[in-house]
């Protein structure tokens, strides 16, 4: 009896310590990223060099397919990018990740979503998407002494719970410190370190993600395109994101669009082609020409019902402080960017800001004109600002003003005719902070 009673311990050690030796195979992830409705990319790092693949298959099927095959490296970060591309519109896949031939166990659900095929089939789907700025996970050896700039990291389980379709990650997505910024040891390290948080971790492993980069991605604090090491900043960028591009056409940089059901989202990059804040001659700009005429055409051309522009810093803003476009000399980029709506008449335009930590709602309306909207998301966990109702900002909503940790919740709801925003801003906890409705113009 006793004999039986050892060796019943000594399997349960060895499988316990099989299921340890196999889930540590991997650093972070996965995470899911782009969806098409023929088409998924999935992101993982693994904590030395491996070969890595997924296995997926409809949910409650069992007929399983295979992404590509990645040998992850030390130049890359160990990370891999695997794609798959075996699915159909409208479904949702479980998957299985695969390192050295070996199955992780992982203490979270994974699954995937291809996006559906609706178009001249039935109304638009509704749908719901998060989205916030300012992500910081404390390391004490590196961080400023003092009380810890970043903390509740539980908002990220309330995030998980929401079940929304897409993450929105609006920059300052990662903070780059001192020892970080100059090189691609301190570059890698500060993304390796953030996504293992394990909130973090199953939160990004829960939903689809896209993101923008912001000045604590990029660089040091209000970082712009005089920085020496912004190619490494932007190559670690797309290493660790699952974008579906990284530039577009002739244009570099962290610059992107998706669409979703009826919706068309834009990310800029308004770092890699931004004049120095302090600059007093020559033109001022955020985004650059050619990313600017990019925006303008695609404005102009898209039938999205609503027409999400996702930028770093606030656009509508009129307070002349922190990261507003109305700041450091850039007022007539934003000027034009207000004239070029109006002039093409374009409705439902809608810019998702973040970086100022502290969240507002702020809207433009003139008679005969189209509203313009930008929708503030600031901060998830870094450090918040406590005297946002000092910064005079005329085109705020008053009682949309947060100044505590929080993120967001857009769902997109209603048939064609009836069709419109439902905006939910909570607090670490998940708890209900302020919302709002927005009804499109037709």
Request: net charge negative.
């Amino acid at each position: 009896m006793k004999l039986i009673k050892i060796l019943s311990l000594i399997l349960i050690i060895v499988f316990n310590q099989t299921i340890f030796a196999q889930s540590n195979q991997l650093s972070s992830g996965p995470m899911p990223g782009y969806s098409e409705m023929k088409e998924v990319a999935i992101w993982l790092q693994t904590n030395t060099q491996a070969d890595v693949f997924i296995k997926y298959r409809i949910k409650g099927t069992k007929v399983e397919y295979l992404t590509n095959k990645v040998k992850t490296d030390k130049a890359t970060g160990f990370t891999a990018l695997l794609i798959a591309d075996t699915v159909e519109p409208g479904n949702t896949y479980e998957y299985d990740v695969f390192v050295n031939g070996i199955k992780e166990v992982l203490a979270f659900e994974t699954v995937f979503k291809t996006q559906k095929l609706w178009k001249w089939r039935m109304d638009a789907p509704d749908f719901s998407f998060l989205m916030g700025s300012g992500a910081y996970i404390n390391e004490a050896k590196y961080d400023r002494p003092g009380k810890p700039y970043g903390g509740e990291y539980e908002i990220y389980n309330a995030m998980a719970d929401e079940k929304s379709e897409f993450m929105i990650w609006l920059g300052d997505n990662i903070y780059l410190r001192e020892p970080d910024w100059n090189s691609w040891t301190g570059i890698i390290h500060r993304y390796t370190q953030a996504r293992q948080t394990p909130e973090m971790r199953e939160f990004m492993a829960s939903t689809h993600n896209y993101a923008i980069l912001d000045d604590h991605d990029f660089g040091p604090n209000d970082s712009d395109r005089s920085f020496w090491n912004k190619n490494q900043t932007l190559k670690a960028f797309e290493l660790f994101w699952a974008n579906p591009s990284y530039g577009v056409g002739e244009i570099k940089g962290a610059v992107t669009s998706f669409e979703y059901t009826d919706c068309e989202f834009f990310l800029l990059d308004n770092r890699n082609y931004r004049t120095p804040n302090r600059r007093k001659t020559g033109e001022k700009t955020q985004m650059g020409e050619q990313q600017l005429q990019w925006l303008f055409d695609n404005l102009s051309s898209t039938y999205a019902q609503f027409k999400f522009v996702v930028m770093g810093g606030q656009l509508l803003s009129t307070s002349e402080t922190y990261e507003s476009y109305s700041n450091y000399g850039f007022h007539e980029e934003r000027q034009r960017i207000i004239d070029f709506i109006y002039a093409e008449e374009i409705k439902n335009v809608v810019f998702l800001t973040g970086d100022v930590h502290f969240s507002e709602v702020s809207v433009l309306r003139e008679e005969g004109k189209p509203i313009i909207w930008d929708i503030t998301s600031s901060p998830l966990n870094s450090g918040f600002n406590d005297n946002a109702m000092d910064q005079k900002n005329t085109l705020r909503i008053p009682e949309s003003v947060i100044m505590e940790r929080n993120y967001t919740k857009i769902s997109i709801v209603g048939n064609r005719n009836k069709r419109q925003l439902h905006i939910e801003y909570f607090d670490s906890s998940g708890e209900l902070i302020y919302e709002l409705d927005i009804v499109p113009e037709f």
